[in-house]
């Protein structure tokens, strides 16, 4: 019987090319991607989307607009307030305006004119009280008269030299404090304003847009997704007999139904933990029902696509 069963095998063998021989071990799995979300860093409408799904994108490409008005808006009313600070931190640096000043000098010089006549009418007062032709009150009235005068030019002396200063020191350190905080508005106000503007990370395909012109997005919620190259990996299952098998960075062979031959990925992640295990005890009967997840990023697409079945074999 059992020559009969070997000759019966050996036969089909011959009809059968294959037939018997131990099949090459292999793992199923499934292709998946590392996507990269874009989203807006605030909330707004949507003003235009520049790409559409499927299309490559380069780095630093423009992918969509919000808009912009009340941004813009904001930013011109900082640059104002930078105006302002700026001129009233000048305005204190450089004391009182060049006609207040001559406004002053011309008081100045009137009031020294005066004290030189107050001065003349004394001393001619005084001579003529000497000879008895005056009264003496005529003379204490232009004693008084020259003192007014001297106390005259005293205060406008007082008052140019004041017109000429800067302002005091806390005053201007105050104007100087409130320039660098318009500037810093005008900073976020611009800030705020690139946000608006949103490009590539990264080259990759638009994979997928989840927002259009003129809807509300949230503040970072995805608008779009994006598929870098080398962004596609194959998730396997090994058993736990088979595990002590591969190694990290170990190149593997992947095949699917229709896609290109010669397609590997290396090994990239295993899982310390088993997966699907159900409740049982860890002991040698029952430990091959264990699997390990396993990652390995491909080399190259080869035109596969997230979600498709593939299968994984070690090379030799």
């Keep these: 019987m059992d020559q009969f069963l070997s000759w019966l095998t050996g036969l089909i063998a011959i009809v059968i090319p294959g037939f018997g021989a131990t099949p090459e071990p292999s793992w199923n799995g499934y292709v998946e ?117 001297k106390a005259q030019v005293a205060q406008l002396q007082a008052q140019l030299t004041v017109a000429e200063l800067p302002a005091r020191d806390p005053v201007q350190a105050a104007a100087a404090a409130s320039l660098l905080a318009a500037q810093a508005d005008a900073d976020k106000a611009r800030s705020d304003l690139a946000d608006r503007t949103v490009i590539a990370p990264v080259a990759a395909r638009i994979e997928r847009l989840y927002f259009g012109p003129g ?38 062979s992947v095949s699917c139904d229709g896609c290109a031959e010669g397609l590997t990925a290396s090994i990239s992640y295993f899982a310390s933990d088993p997966q699907f295990t159900p409740p049982i005890i860890y002991s040698r009967d029952e430990r091959t029902r264990l699997s390990f997840l396993a990652e390995a990023v491909l080399d190259e697409a080869g035109g596969l696509r997230p979600g498709q079945p593939v299968t994984i074999r070690q090379l030799e």
């Design 215 to 252: 809807e509300m997005a949230a503040a970072g919620v995805p608008i779009m997704a994006l598929l870098p190259a080398h962004a596609l990996k194959v998730k396997f299952y090994v058993a736990e007999a088979d595990r002590a098998g591969f190694a990290l960075s170990e190149v593997v």
């Design 33 to 149: 991607a590392d996507y990269v979300y874009v989203a807006a860093a605030a909330p707004g409408v949507i003003e235009t989307i520049a790409v559409k799904e499927g299309e490559a994108v380069e780095r630093g490409e423009l992918l969509f607009v919000l808009r912009q008005d009340q941004q813009l808006a904001l930013l011109r009313a900082a640059e104002a307030r930078i105006a302002v600070a700026a001129a009233n931190a000048q305005n204190l640096s450089t004391g009182s305006r060049a006609e207040e000043v001559q406004v002053i000098r011309a008081s100045l010089g009137k009031a020294d004119a005066d004290l030189a006549l107050a001065e003349a009418s004394l001393a001619r007062s005084e001579r003529l009280a000497e000879q008895g032709l005056t009264p003496a009150a005529k003379v204490d009235q232009d004693r008084a008269t020259l003192a007014s005068a």
